[in-house]
């Protein structure tokens, strides 16, 4: 189904529940132009296309709550937002943009209580069969721009954006690889099996004389580049593992599926902002997102 055609069946059953609120007092037409489902559409998601090969995508920054969209209660539903992430992400964006590099960006401004975009259909939705649509749309965006990436640029990154809150103050960085994975020592970390575990397997596979580890804690591992610019990042050359009973996020379903650990060339990684100096108030957030553009272009440099 082509996207416009998808949209257009999401806008109706959103279309369907309003009027399933409306219809008991009113009796008039129900007719809606595609224009003015089109632009609703517009108001929960952002889509844009790049000309560098980078993908950012935030889903838990969004604070639209729909009423027509029913809370999600089902157990293991988490509906806490990531403060600041959506507007972080968007400042990242524009700082590249300052550059002259526009990145891949999707991003979704419902709030989380409503759809969990990090999450298989099922947990993300909890049955919901308007967000279950939503959900199909939003992902097919990101396979779309993944595979444009591909074919355009051969290879590319996926950079997922959240927010921790967990005690240590400092970025977490999920490459699909556990606190314990990450506290082996380097020759046990580059054997194939992490290696292929990993969200980043293509560029392990694809770098001159780079092993994983050098990916994870050496001097041009992206942990290390946040470092160098004031923000303590786990992993990195200074900070290689979170210590035993110390929190950490590894990644989760967006990382899966769109890094290269089941297939394809383009990697990912889940960025988790801690609060202090990055996300507290509005000129923290100011420079972290023009160091965080820096550390981005280095890296695609060094790397892609
Ligand atoms: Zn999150």
């Known amino acids: 189904m082509s996207r416009k055609r998808l949209v257009r069946r999401i806008l109706h059953l959103i279309l369907i529940g309003l009027l399933s ?33 980078l993908l950012l995508i935030s889903v838990h920054g969004g604070d639209i709550e729909p009423d027509f969209i029913e809370d999600r209660t089902c157990s293991q539903a988490v509906t806490v937002k990531d403060l600041h992430t959506l507007e972080i992400t968007q400042g990242i964006e524009s700082e590249l943009v300052k550059l002259g590099y526009q990145p891949y960006v999707v991003i979704n401004k419902l709030h989380r209580k409503k759809i969990d975009l990090n999450r298989s259909v099922s947990n993300a939705t ?13 992902h097919d965006q990101i396979k779309a721009y993944r595979s444009e990436i591909e074919t355009k640029f051969s290879t590319g990154l996926v950079l997922d954006v959240h927010g921790h809150s967990h005690e240590v103050q400092r970025i977490e960085l999920g490459y699909l690889l556990s606190a314990t994975d990450l506290r082996q020592e380097n020759e046990t970390l580059n054997e194939v099996a992490y290696k292929n575990k990993s969200s980043i397997r293509h560029l392990t596979e694809n770098s001159t004389g780079l092993q994983l580890s050098d990916y994870l804690n ?50 990912a990684i889940q960025v988790e902002l801690n609060m ?20 981005i272009l280095s890296y695609l440099e060094t790397h892609y």
Do not use: H, M
């Open 21 to 53: 609120v409306s219809c008991s007092k009113s009796n008039g037409s129900s007719e809606v132009s595609n224009e003015e489902l089109d632009r609703n559409w517009e108001q929960y998601t952002i889509f844009k296309q790049g000309n560098i090969p």
């Open 126 to 138: 909890c049955g919901n069969p308007i967000t279950s649509e939503y959900w199909q749309l939003f």
């Open 218 to 267: 050496g001097a041009q591992s992206f942990g290390q580049l946040f470092e160098e610019r004031g923000y303590p990042s786990v992993p990195s050359l200074s900070d290689r593992a979170p210590k035993e009973g110390e929190a950490y996020w590894s990644g989760g379903y967006n990382t899966q599926e769109y890094g290269s650990r089941y297939s394809g060339d383009v990697d």
């Open 276 to 295: 202090t100096n990055v996300r507290n108030n509005a000129s923290n957030r100011s420079r972290f997102t023009r160091y965080c553009a820096e550390v």
